[in-house]
């Protein structure tokens, strides 16, 4: 996949240092992935869920959480925002 937006996670992790080797364990498997579907997804990211056409997924099992959108068609991925996890539970990242 072809991460789109990355730069998002990087400040991220520069405010939250705990999340860099995560996030940059995330980007590893996904970069290499081919994902045709969300079932190829769950298959590498078993804890993923789709929520309104956004794929979430735990980043340093509940720490974290990045939320993106997949064009499988054209093997992009699109980083929206990542948030810590109480962030996240407020729901500001659907407005």
């Known amino acids: 996949m072809h991460i789109i937006h990355w730069g998002k996670a990087r400040q991220f992790y520069r405010k939250y240092p705990a999340a860099e ?10 970069r290499e992935a081919e994902w045709k579907n969300f079932h190829d997804i769950r298959n590498a990211f078993p804890t993923a869920d789709w929520v309104e ?9 509940n720490s974290y959480r990045l939320i993106a959108i997949i064009a499988f068609e054209n093997g992009k991925l699109y980083i ?4 810590p996890h109480e962030e996240y539970d407020k729901n500001k990242w659907k407005s």
Do not use: A, D, E, Y
């Open 53 to 61: 056409g956004n794929i979430i997924f735990n980043i340093k099992g």
């Open 80 to 83: 929206r925002q990542v948030l």
């Open 21 to 30: 080797g995560p996030l940059k364990q995330w980007r590893k498997i996904t």
